[in-house]
């Protein structure tokens, strides 16, 4: 089975949409498929990360200017060309080579582009979170827990559509499977994991840590994670090189094992927040990202997570003052650590169910 991956990484864009289709690619490598992904050289992509990996790497042109874009969707100067554009550029490295399946994982792609590689292969697969623009497509996946989520793209895609919707979707890499065990979160809190993405762009960790730091707990330690396109890692880690409790780790592949060995985490919103739930760790959230705010302020009401807002309204003082909330309170972490470990009990089945679904192209 030939396997195609549209997706991009950049500072604007961050690593969670290539990191996602890196473990969907691992899932159907393992059961036979040959996986290459085609991605713009924006600064801060992850080709080189993704060849590391062992996967080819479809190469598009870096375009150092914004130009005047057609709105098509709200995020359409992602690409940096119009979807036209990218489409043909897109055609011209397949070099009418035939694909079982092309993957699209892309806020700025919508049905314009999807019904111009149509004709190049034999199925389609959408992921999306945010149910606002049409698609072409036979699959598609949209892992994040919202209200009445089952009916959001009811209008969005054609009837055939395959969708697999909800928190039981969400794609987890195998470490979040095996050697690492899952856990009710009880006793007092002597861990703590700090991680926003791999770009974090305006620095909440520093935030994080700064609110951490004011409360002067010292018998606590903290694991604090950052992504090779973290602009600030050099700062952050000068900062943990000053603090014996601080342990600073740069572009690990045991985020898995942190969660588990943490009692509290403070993060940010998106797939890390479905991966908190998964190990059962309670987490302290705000989003960093507009698509992230409807998935941060449902799990919030639905006391997975400890949202406070958006990043514009998040001060350090009302982080240190939440997180002394919830270290004084063994209670709350426990009921949110059991919430977020019960809304994925059936993930790990639905993904084998998704897997299998979309192997079979060919019948």
């Not at 042109?61 to 005047?68: A, I, M, T």
Request: with cysteine; proline share 2%; glycine share 4%.
């Amino acid at each position: 089975m030939n396997v195609l991956i549209r997706v991009d990484a950049s500072i604007e864009i961050g690593t969670g949409h290539v990191i996602r289709c890196l473990t969907l690619a691992e899932k159907l490598r393992r059961h036979g498929a040959e996986v290459r992904f085609i991605c713009r050289e924006h600064v801060g992509h992850l080709c080189d990360l993704i060849e590391i990996k062992g996967y080819t790497v479809l190469r598009l042109p870096l375009v150092q200017e914004k130009q005047s874009l057609p709105a098509d969707t709200a995020q359409s100067q992602w690409l940096r060309v119009s979807q036209q554009q990218d489409a043909a550029q897109t055609k011209r490295l397949l070099k009418k080579e035939a694909v079982d399946l092309l993957v699209i994982d892309h806020y700025a792609i919508n049905e314009v582009w999807e019904s111009i590689l149509r004709e190049t292969t034999k199925k389609i697969m959408v992921i999306d979170d945010l149910a606002d623009r049409k698609h072409d497509c036979d699959f598609l996946l949209d892992q994040n827990d919202y209200d009445e989520y089952q009916l959001r793209y009811k209008s969005l895609v054609p009837a055939p559509c395959k969708t697999f919707l909800g928190p039981n979707f969400v794609l987890f890499r195998s470490e979040f499977y095996f050697p690492v065990k899952r856990r009710i979160r009880r006793g007092p809190v002597k861990r703590l994991l700090l991680f926003f993405g791999g770009s974090d762009q305006t620095n909440e960790t520093k935030k994080a840590l700064h609110a951490f730091l004011a409360l002067n707990r010292t018998d606590i330690q903290i694991d604090l994670v950052v992504g090779q396109t973290n602009l600030h890692k050099k700062e952050l880690a000068h900062i943990c090189k000053q603090y014996d409790f601080l342990t600073f780790h740069y572009q690990v592949n045991y985020l898995a094992e942190l969660m588990y060995k943490a009692d509290l985490s403070i993060g940010a919103g998106g797939t890390t927040t479905w991966e908190r739930c998964m190990m059962g760790l309670p987490s302290i959230v705000w989003s960093i990202a507009d698509n992230q705010v409807k998935i941060c302020e449902n799990a919030g009401r639905k006391k997975i997570v400890a949202y406070l807002g958006k990043k514009e309204e998040v001060e350090t003082s009302l982080v240190s003052k939440q997180l002394c909330s919830l270290l004084g309170n063994e209670t709350a972490r426990t009921e949110m650590s059991i919430r977020g470990y019960l809304l994925m009990k059936n993930n790990r089945l639905s993904q084998q169910m998704l897997v299998q679904e979309i192997m079979r192209v060919d019948e």
